[in-house]
C-alpha cells in the first residue's frame, strides 16, 4: 500500500510499469539456492502460523480484533509494519535519490506529530467507543449515511489499492529477479489469503511484526556497507557536494536540507513550499492517514487495555523516525556509489525514461529511438551514454529511480543475505496486502454487510463472512491486478484514491471528536461534499496540467506540491460544510455523546504507572528526538 | 504477545537462528573457499559471517527467552 506516498508521485514512479513488461533485459539479479531457501522458509513460516492461529480466531471479536490483547510493542511495531510496503521503501529510496533529504519528509513531519497525537488525543475515543473501525466510529457520532459513504469509499479503496500494489511488486520482482508476473501474484496473493484467512486479525499482526523484523534484518546491511565504502557520512557529503550540481544540476548541499531551501517553489528540487509541507503533509495527510486510515488504527484498537493503545503509536514513532535510515540513506549512497560496468558513475532515470527506451525483444533494437532520444534529452545523461543506449549496446541498459535499493541490494549481498533482502522486499509487501484485507474484511463485515445486509446473524456467522471476504478481497485484487495489466491507464486514478479520500474524512472525524455542536447531516454532507470537492481538484490538474498552479499556488510547484496543497484545500472545504450545516441543523442532546467527543466524555483513570512505563514521558522523548533531527538536518 | 499460547518474539526467534545459521554458515564456506560472488563489493569484510553471527544469536535470545514453556507463566 502507498501510505503516504502523494498519488502523483507514485503514479509518475509507477504508471509506466506495464511498458517495462517489455523489457529484454536481463533481471538485475540471479537467486542461488541459499536465496531459494532463505524465501522458501519465509512462506513457510507465515502460512504456519496461520495455521497455529486458526484456533484463537473462531469469535468475532478474536477474528476481527484480535481478542483486543495486543501489548502495546506488537500493536506499535505492527502498526508501522502495515504502513512500511516494499514500493514504498523503494520510491523513497528513489526520491532520496533524486531529491536527497527532502524526502525525510514523509518519515518525519509526516508522520510523527500524527502519531502522537493519534496516541495521546484520539486514542481514547476510539478506544473507548468500542468501535471496531473508524467507519464505526462515524456511524456511533454522526450516524449511518456518513458511515456508508465511509465504509464504501475505504473498502474499495483498500481493495483496488492492493490490487494496483500486487501488479506493482510483481513487476519489480520481473525487473529484479526475472520472476513471471502471473507467479508473483498468485504465491504472494495465496500466502496472505490462507494466514489472514485461517488466523484473522491476529495472524496478520503476528505477522506484520515478523516482517517488521525482517525488513530490518534484510535491509540494515545496505546503508552500513555503502557507508563503510563512501568514506562515512562526511565522505558521502563531500562526494555528493562536488558532484552533483554537476550531473544535476542541483546544489549538492540542497541533498542535505530539510526546511532550509523551501521557503520557495524554485529553490529546491523537489518543487514544494514549507507552507505545503507544515500544512498539507504535516497537518492534512499526515494526520489524515495516521489518524483516520483504518489500515493503520486497526492495529491500535487491538491493544489489550486504554494504556497499550495510547503506547503503541508512541512506540511506533521511535521506529518510523529510524525508517530513513534504511530507506534514505540507500537511495543517497545510491547517487554516488553505483555504477556501470565499466566503472563509470550509473545515473538512474525516471520510468518514462526507461519506458520510452524499451528494447525490443525480437530485433534487439530500441523500439523508438526518437521518442527514446528525446525522453533521454530531458536527463543529465551524458551524451556518450545516450548514445550507447540509442544503438542498444551491450551494458547500456538505463535503470530507474525505484531500483535504487534493489541495486544497492545486489552492489553488496552475496547469496543467502541477497535472499534476505529479498525476502524483506517481499515482507514488506505483504505486510501492506495483510493490513489491506484485514481492514476490508472488517469494514466489509461491521459497516457493510451487518447494518446494511443481515442485521440479525449470528457471532460464527459473521466470522465467516469475514473469512469469506478475505477470500474474496484477494480475489478481487487479483482481478485488479490484471486490470492495470492491460488498461494502465486506471493506474493513476486508482493511486489518487487514498488521496481524495484522506482529507475530507480527517475533517469530519476530528470536527465529530472534538466539537460537540457538529451534526449528523453536517458529518455525511461535508465527508461526502469534501470527496467530490477533492476528486474535482484531482480531475482538473489531470485535464488541465496548467491548473497545477492555481491548485498549488505558484507556477513553479511540482506534482509534489499539489497533493499537498489539494489535500489542505479539500480539508478546508469540508470543515467550512461541517460548520455552516452543524450552524443550520439541530445538534444532538449531549448526553449522547458521552464516549464520543472531548468535552462530553469522562474518559477512564488510568493506574499510576513509574515514569518508564508513562506514555507522556515517552511522547517527550519522542518530540525531543524530532526537533533535534528537524535542527541538524534543517 | 499477551494471552496464552506461544509469543510471537519465539518466531521471530526461530526465524533468525535458522536464517543467521544459514548464513553464518555460507560466509565460513565462503571465507575458506575463497569463493566469493565476482559482482558483490566488500567481500573482504567477511559480511555474512558477522552479519549471519549476529542474526543467529539474536535468534538464539529470542527462542530460548521466550521459548513456549515460559510464555506461560
Known amino acids: 500500500m502507498f501510505g503516504l506516498v502523494p498519488a502523483s508521485h507514485a503514479a509518475g514512479s509507477l504508471g509506466s510499469l506495464p511498458a517495462l513488461l517489455a523489457f529484454s533485459t536481463e533481471p538485475l539479479a540471479h537467486l542461488r539456492l541459499l536465496d531459494i531457501f532463505v524465501i522458501a522458509i519465509y512462506f513457510v513460516m507465515v502460512i504456519w502460523i496461520g495455521f497455529y492461529l486458526k484456533g484463537r480466531s473462531n469469535t468475532s471479536e478474536e477474528f476481527f480484533m484480535a481478542g483486543r490483547e495486543m501489548t502495546a510493542w506488537i500493536a506499535g511495531l505492527s502498526f508501522v509494519s502495515a504502513n512500511l510496503g516494499s514500493l514504498e521503501l523503494m520510491g523513497w529510496a528513489g526520491s532520496a535519490y533524486q531529491y536527497g533529504i527532502l524526502a525525510t519528509h514523509w518519515y518525519w513531519v509526516g508522520a510523527i506529530p500524527a502519531m502522537l497525537f493519534l496516541g495521546l488525543v484520539m486514542m481514547p475515543f476510539y478506544y473507548v467507543c468500542k468501535t471496531h473501525s473508524v467507519p464505526g466510529y462515524l456511524d456511533l457520532r454522526y450516524g449511518g449515511a456518513a458511515r456508508s459513504v465511509a465504509a464504501f469509499s475505504f473498502a474499495a479503496e483498500m481493495i483496488l489499492m492492493s490490487g494496483v500494489n500486487m501488479f506493482a511488486m510483481a513487476v519489480v520482482m520481473k525487473v529484479v529477479l526475472g520472476w513471471d508476473i502471473s507467479f508473483s501474484i498468485f504465491v504472494s496473493s495465496i500466502a496472505v489469503a490462507i494466514y489472514v484467512g485461517l488466523g484473522g486479525l491476529r495472524s496478520a499482526i503476528f505477522n506484520e511484526v515478523l516482517q517488521f523484523v525482517l525488513i530490518w534484518g534484510g535491509a540494515l546491511l545496505v546503508p552500513i556497507l555503502g557507508l563503510v565504502q563512501a568514506g562515512g557520512v562526511g565522505g558521502l557529503k563531500k562526494q555528493i557536494m562536488a558532484n552533483m550540481q554537476s550531473v544535476t544540476g542541483v546544489h549538492g548541499d540542497s541533498y542535505f536540507h530539510l526546511w532550509r531551501d523551501t521557503g520557495s517553489f524554485a529553490a529546491n528540487p523537489m518543487g514544494v513550499h514549507w507552507t505545503g509541507i507544515v500544512f498539507g503533509l504535516g497537518f492534512v495527510i499526515s494526520f489524515g492517514y495516521w489518524t483516520t486510515d483504518f489500515l493503520v488504527v486497526q492495529r491500535v484498537l487491538a491493544a489489550h487495555n486504554l494504556r497499550a493503545a495510547r503506547m503503541a503509536p508512541i512506540i511506533a514513532s521511535f521506529f518510523k523516525m529510524a525508517v530513513p535510515f534504511i530507506v534514505i540513506l540507500p537511495g543517497l549512497l545510491g547517487l554516488v556509489l553505483l555504477q556501470n560496468n565499466d566503472g563509470s558513475r550509473r545515473q538512474l532515470v525516471g520510468e518514462d525514461v526507461v519506458a520510452a527506451c524499451t528494447v525490443s525483444s525480437a530485433s534487439g533494437q530500441v523500439e523508438d529511438s526518437s521518442a527514446c532520444s528525446a525522453a533521454m534529452a530531458k536527463t543529465t545523461l551524458p551524451a556518450e551514454y545516450q548514445q550507447k543506449v540509442l544503438s542498444a549496446a551491450p551494458d547500456s541498459e538505463l535503470h530507474s529511480y525505484n531500483q535504487a535499493l534493489p541495486l544497492m541490494m545486489v552492489r553488496y549481498l552475496g547469496p543467502g543475505l541477497l535472499g534476505l533482502g529479498i525476502t524483506a522486499l517481499i515482507a514488506g509487501f505483504m505486510s501492506g496486502m495483510a493490513g489491506n484485507v484485514s481492514a476490508f474484511s472488517t469494514v466489509w463485515t461491521y459497516d457493510i454487510y451487518k447494518p446494511l445486509i443481515n442485521k440479525k446473524g449470528s457471532d460464527s456467522h459473521y466470522v465467516l463472512v469475514g473469512r469469506l471476504s478475505i477470500l474474496i478481497g484477494v480475489a478481487v485484487s487479483i482481478g485488479a491486478a490484471y486490470l492495470v495489466m492491460h488498461a494502465h491507464g486506471i493506474m493513476d486514478y486508482v493511486q489518487a484514491l487514498f488521496s481524495i479520500f484522506v482529507a475530507p474524512l480527517l475533517g469530519t472525524i476530528l470536527f465529530g471528536m472534538f466539537w460537540k455542536r457538529a451534526t449528523a447531516p453536517a458529518g455525511f454532507l461535508g465527508l461526502l461534499l469534501g470527496i467530490v470537492f477533492s476528486a474535482s481538484l484531482f480531475m482538473w490538474v489531470k485535464l488541465v496540467p496548467a491548473a497545477l498552479a492555481n491548485v498549488a499556488l505558484s507556477p513553479d510547484a511540482k506534482p509534489m506540491a499539489e497533493n499537498v496543497f489539494r489535500a489542505l484545500w479539500a480539508f478546508l472545504f469540508t470543515a467550512i460544510v461541517v460548520i455552516v450545516v452543524s450552524l443550520l441543523t439541530k445538534p444532538r442532546p449531549v448526553a449522547e455523546l458521552e464516549g464520543l467527543v472531548y468535552g462530553a466524555t469522562k474518559l477512564p483513570t488510568e493506574e499510576p504507572v513509574p515514569f518508564y512505563r508513562n506514555e507522556y514521558m515517552w511522547a517527550i522523548l519522542v518530540v525531543v528526538i524530532f526537533a533535534a533531527l528537524n535542527i541538524i538536518f534543517w | ?73
Do not use: C, D
Open chain 2, 1 to 73: 504477545m499477551h494471552g496464552s499460547g506461544i509469543p510471537i518474539w519465539f518466531f521471530i526467534g526461530v526465524l533468525l537462528l535458522i536464517y543467521g545459521g544459514m548464513i553464518f554458515g555460507y560466509g565460513i564456506y565462503e571465507w575458506q573457499t575463497a569463493s566469493y560472488p565476482p559482482l558483490v563489493q566488500l567481500t573482504e569484510l567477511h559480511t555474512p559471517v558477522w552479519w549471519g553471527g549476529v542474526l543467529a544469536l539474536l535468534g538464539l535470545l529470542y527462542v530460548v527467552k521466550f521459548r513456549p514453556r515460559r510464555a506461560g507463566k
